[in-house]
């Protein structure tokens, strides 16, 4: 493959070949996710002997979250090649904080019930206009922690819909949710 400098960032295609490659490769599910897809870094001595036009093996970084086990790996994908060249699980390793996961946390925290009592308790009647921000938690050594991934998420009102979002957090109301299992 040939591109106009072996440190250009990948393309959009690239990135989907690189997702499509690696899913074909290891018989992945849906319930795979892609958590960052970058251009792999070249050895420097590789670098020094490219020259503009010369063809060469464009490669890409997979982090990839098995959300069945929660199993994190770390893949290498040739996509000149069209092959994985390394496939690696990285125990005890946790991705960031996913935008779909994001979405789904809050859809998760608004449907419980729990939280609900807890926003009535507060005199809040009208939920849509609660904003909930997941934030990664991280781990604190906290039973029932281990091995599971977890977000916080924080509760703000709105006096309307146009109101800052960040205004008025809603004290002591954190809602902690299991990435796993939502």
Known sequence: MTALH??????????????????????????????????????????????????????AELTVLDRTDGTLYESVVSLTSEKVTSWEAIPGARPPLLFGEALEAILAVKEDPGWQEACRKRGLTDLDLVQIDPWPAGNFNIAGE???????????VRDSATDNGYAHPIEGLVAVVDLSEM
């Open 6 to 59: 072996p440190l250009d960032p990948l393309t959009a295609d690239e990135v989907a070949a690189a997702c499509r490659i690696a899913k074909d490769a290891k018989g992945l599910g849906d319930e795979v996710r892609f958590a960052v897809v970058v251009r792999h870094e070249p050895a420097k001595e590789d670098l020094a002997g490219w020259r503009p036009g010369q063809p060469w093996d464009r490669q």
């Open 146 to 156: 281990e091995g599971r991934r977890l977000t916080r998420c924080l509760s703000y």
